[in-house]
């Protein structure tokens, strides 16, 4: 069921600043002009958010090569994304928003059954095999990501709602919006 404080595709993506792992804070309205990912994840010790963080990383110079600017929002304090995810050394800005404002003007929800959900379950253990294992939790346990791909002119093109907590938009997705978007 959509939650009525969803960003619509074709409005506005909502501006913000936020604090950054290991750089200056970051602002979306002065990203204006380039493509932005806006991906948004649970707390910096969540395997799941790791596993797909790394999978990001991986991508990262395809992204940058078509100018796609990635941001990704966790719901940690600055000093535990630099303990958990520091290490990996992200190419793109990683934001703190540990109040969760930003997750509340997204629309983002929580829900005990995203938690629990079987699709969840497995990712679970996709992540503990590659090495990531849970850790200490920031903010709401139940917490569920989203993404959204804003255009040049700061309009949402994509609005992705995960449905467990381990649900980001496919990378199927992105290529489609890099595509429509050059």
């Known amino acids: 069921m959509a939650n009525a404080n969803q960003i619509a595709v074709g409005t506005p993506a909502p501006d913000f600043t936020l604090p950054a792992l290991g750089r200056a804070d970051a602002t979306l309205s002065k990203l204006r002009g380039q493509r932005v990912w806006l991906a948004f994840f649970r707390y910096a010790g969540c395997p799941l958010c790791n596993l797909r963080i790394s999978q990001i990383i991986a991508k990262a110079k395809h992204y940058e090569e078509n100018s796609l600017a990635i941001l990704g929002v966790f719901q940690s304090p600055l000093g535990r994304l630099e303990q958990y995810l520091g290490p990996a050394n992200p190419p793109f800005p990683l934001l703190s928003d540990p109040e969760e404002k930003l997750y509340q003007a997204y629309g983002l929800e929580t829900s005990l059954a995203g938690l629990v959900a079987p699709a969840a379950v497995g990712k679970l253990f996709q992540a503990m095999a590659a090495g990531f294992f849970p850790r ?27 449905a467990d907590i381990g649900d980001h938009i496919p990378f199927e997705r992105v290529e489609h919006f890099l595509a429509q978007h050059r």
């Open 136 to 162: 200490a939790t920031d903010g709401s346990k139940t917490r569920i990501p989203g993404d959204f791909l804003i255009d040049e002119n700061g309009i949402v093109a994509d609005a992705f709602y995960g």
